[in-house]
């Protein structure tokens, strides 16, 4: 037998690679009508009502608490500094009370979310510093009434 040149196919590797993206595609297409149908029919039955579990569902889950950004003076202006967006800090107020008796501190806020520290320009070092922290609408008026009245500070949670 004489010798000859090997046989080269061209373009098979590419025509299978062709076959199995077209696969991918149309599984991913059948993926996608599935997710579509199940979201469509949400959490109905087959009669069109809503099923018993997601109707408890429903009525047990509490309302999303809307989120809003509220302004905080702390009292030391250093702790402030060592702050930055993102960080989480619990808001504690120290009631006012009289040289000699001790003061109750309580948490007005818990696992705040500080969103800015904006910047101390030539403020007294007494005056404390700002810093605006993400908070439930509800937690907002109580931060407002807290700093009214007392002290706050910060910690890092």
Do not use: K, N
């Amino acid at each position: 037998m004489p010798p000859f040149a090997p046989l080269r196919v061209r373009g098979g590797a590419h025509q299978l690679r062709r076959a199995l993206r077209r696969r991918r595609r149309a599984l991913a297409a059948g993926l996608a009508m599935t997710a579509a149908a199940l979201a469509a029919s949400g959490s109905r039955g087959a009669d069109g009502a809503e099923t018993e579990a997601a109707a408890a569902a429903h009525r047990e889950r509490p309302p999303a608490a809307e989120m809003v950004s509220a302004p905080v003076r702390i009292a030391d202006a250093a702790t402030v500094r060592l702050l930055r967006p993102g960080d989480r800090v619990d808001v504690i107020a120290a009631g006012g009370a009289p040289s000699g008796e001790a003061s109750d501190a309580r948490v007005v806020a818990a696992g705040a979310r500080v969103t800015a520290v904006p910047e101390t320009r030539g403020q007294a070092g007494d005056g404390g510093a700002l810093v605006v922290v993400s908070v439930p609408r509800a937690t907002a008026a109580v931060l407002a009434g807290a700093g009214a009245t007392s002290r706050l500070a910060v910690t890092v949670c």
